[in-house]
């Protein structure tokens, strides 16, 4: 006997509650933002506010300080109002890096004030360039606990001279990020305004228990590949309550390119995302891939709101990457002017060198789209899959979209739709039963279950 089609809904996402508890529990755990035991200020190694004062000896100086006091609690270093100059540097365990109101952290324009570093082993090269990279302006290698918090200051990363290197082919390296922490855990960042950066603001890559709160992110509408977010090969990440306006991705998730990401085997992995404002002329308001060969899996997302963008949600991949995109959860997606509300692309992405493999398929599935409101949509949907590998179990339910033009497009894919206008094509309208796997909404990895407190 047919089971009615609003009793399957319920089922499934009744399972779709119990299977996201462990997600949910990301973002829900309670901070302890005690004061460390021991804080200084930048002005104490001579540091000058003035904008054109370089800084950067002055902030390695007062690192190397604190780090005396990662066995006694931890330290704090607070920069006061004004405009910090400085070149990239370093922090350490057990450490708050606090901006005050009026203290800005100012990137410096200089190439030779950023060191250069070796590529990531997961891609394999710079990612805009064969060979190195040029370090982030502020970094955390192997680190645990740390905060960079404060009133509302800013990083102001200077991009504007990165965006002209790169649109006319000047860069000798892959430009560099505002925040990265590379194999690092119980990492904070909050209350924080971050502006043009040079290419992503912050990139968490091979971490746990990364949180990120109330932060606007901002760049200028032409900023060429700026990203906002992007968790890269990390676990129990929650990203909440922030606005993000770049000139592409708003927040991206990844884990590696080609055959490196699939040799590195990272995973990202356990992410809950939930109330941001995201703009991106040229790219999406939150995007899968393209670059995901270490795979990404168990993401719920919820209460986004999607304005002026090109595309609202974007999974992408191509043939060559391996790796998957499964058991995504999004609901609750208001989008305003956005050209296309939602893609999923087989053939996006370029690949690192010729050495990729063309038979390491990805595989794209049991993605579930949710309770969806859009005005002034250029197109619904544009879900083109992989031949020898199709987007299977793409599930959608109230879902109901304003657009210029009533269709959808769509070639290798499968799944099941309730409750969606305008009309979505063919292969979304198969059997219910497709939403379901292995007894759930979809099969695959278990959610994460682990919980973190500071």
Request: glycine fraction near 10%; proline fraction near 5%; include cysteine.
């Amino acid at each position: 006997m047919k089971m009615p089609v609003a009793l399957v809904w319920l089922l499934a996402f009744t399972i779709l509650l119990i299977r996201g508890e462990g997600n949910n529990a990301i973002c829900k755990e309670n901070f302890k933002l005690d004061p460390r035991p021991h804080s200084v200020s930048i002005l104490e190694f001579g540091a000058v506010g003035d904008g054109k004062t370089l800084n950067t000896l002055a902030f390695q100086n007062a690192i190397f300080y604190l780090k005396s006091f990662a066995d006694k609690g931890g330290a704090q270093l607070y920069v006061p109002p004004g405009k910090w100059l400085t070149g990239s540097f370093n922090l350490t365990s057990h450490l708050t890096l606090f901006l005050e109101k009026g203290a800005t952290i100012l990137a410096s324009p200089d190439p030779s004030h950023w060191d250069i570093v070796s590529p990531l082993p997961s891609y394999g090269r710079g990612i805009e360039l064969p060979g190195k990279r040029y370090r982030s302006l502020i970094n955390g290698d192997n680190l645990i606990d740390v905060v960079i918090t404060g009133e509302n200051g800013t990083f102001d990363g200077q991009g504007a001279a990165w965006w002209e290197w790169l649109e006319t082919g000047s860069l000798n390296y892959s430009r560099p990020h505002i925040i990265e922490f590379v194999s690092s855990k119980h990492i904070l960042i909050s209350n924080l305004t971050f502006l043009n950066a040079p290419s992503i603001n912050i990139h968490p890559v091979y971490c746990s228990q990364i949180h990120i709160r109330k932060v606007l992110i901002e760049t200028s509408v032409d900023s060429p590949y700026v990203l906002g977010v992007a968790p890269d090969s990390s676990d129990n990440v929650c990203i909440e309550d922030s606005t993000i306006n770049v000139g592409h991705d708003a927040v991206s998730l990844k884990s590696g390119w080609d055959q490196y990401g699939i040799h590195y085997g990272r995973p990202t992995t356990a992410v809950h995302i939930r109330n941001l404002s995201l703009k991106s002329p040229t790219g999406a308001g939150i995007s899968f891939g393209s670059e995901m060969s270490g795979g990404i899996s168990d993401v719920t997302v919820e209460r986004l709101n999607i304005q002026s963008s090109h595309v609202g949600v974007a999974f992408r991949t191509t043939r060559g990457r391996g790796g998957y995109i499964r058991n995504i959860t999004i609901s609750d997606v208001d989008l305003t002017s956005v050209d296309t509300a939602i893609v999923a692309n087989g053939h996006t992405g370029s690949h690192p060198d010729d050495k990729f493999d063309r038979d390491a398929l990805p595989v794209v599935t049991h993605i579930v789209l949710r309770n969806f409101t859009g005005v002034d949509i250029g197109l619904a949907g544009n879900l083109i899959g992989i031949g020898e590998s199709p987007f299977t179990s793409i599930c959608l339910a109230d879902i109901h979209l304003q657009t210029h033009s009533d269709s959808w497009i769509c070639s290798n894919v499968s799944g099941f739709s309730d409750d969606v206008s305008p009309k979505p094509c063919q292969e979304l309208m198969s059997s219910q039963s497709s939403c379901f796997a292995g007894g759930s909404i979809y099969g695959g990895d278990a959610a994460a279950q682990s919980y973190y407190s500071w």
